[in-house]
């Protein structure tokens, strides 16, 4: 049997601040509903997702909501409106698990980042999350920072 390939994927937009402002729970991978300007879009690199959310709404449908995909410019007038909610695609299951973390427990759905998988698919990962305060940003932050001068001291010594 021939090696199987490392996936190679290209990121389209990354929610870096996500990780910082965020305790990360459960990670998803979830499928976006767009339209053809969107994806052509999204391949150009320049989508935001840094204050953008994912919602259940009632009818048991997950909403990706204010991310900005710029319009394409190449696009006639059919080009797409540029912060529209766009749905997520998700088995019912994983569905019910992030409704009932975010009503139980308190917690936010945060985009981490837009992807294409080695399909070519427009994917999402997303991320059941709980809010730091300043005091844990701080600590991170010191964690990181010490993190960081532990390598150097150890590069410098041996």
Do not use: C
């Not at 709404?57 to 204010?66: D, P, V, W």
């Amino acid at each position: 049997m021939a090696p199987k390939k490392e996936s190679l994927y290209k990121v389209a937009a990354e929610n870096r601040r996500a990780r910082y402002n965020y305790e990360i729970g459960e990670t998803f991978e979830a499928g976006l509903m767009l339209t053809g300007t969107e994806v052509k879009a999204l391949r150009t690199g320049k989508a935001t997702i840094a204050e953008s959310y994912a919602s259940v709404e009632r009818s048991g449908e997950l909403f990706l909501i204010n991310a900005t995909i710029p319009e394409y410019l190449q696009a006639n007038r059919f080009n797409h409106e540029p912060k529209r909610p766009r749905k997520l695609l998700l088995h019912a299951s994983e569905i019910v698990k992030l409704a009932q973390g975010t009503e139980r427990e308190g917690m936010t759905i945060v985009p981490l980042k837009i992807y294409f998988n080695d399909r070519g698919r427009a994917k999402i990962e997303i991320a059941l999350a709980r809010g730091k305060q300043l005091h844990d940003k701080r600590e991170t932050e010191k964690k990181r920072d010490w993190d960081r001068e532990k390598g150097r001291l150890m590069r410098e010594k041996g």
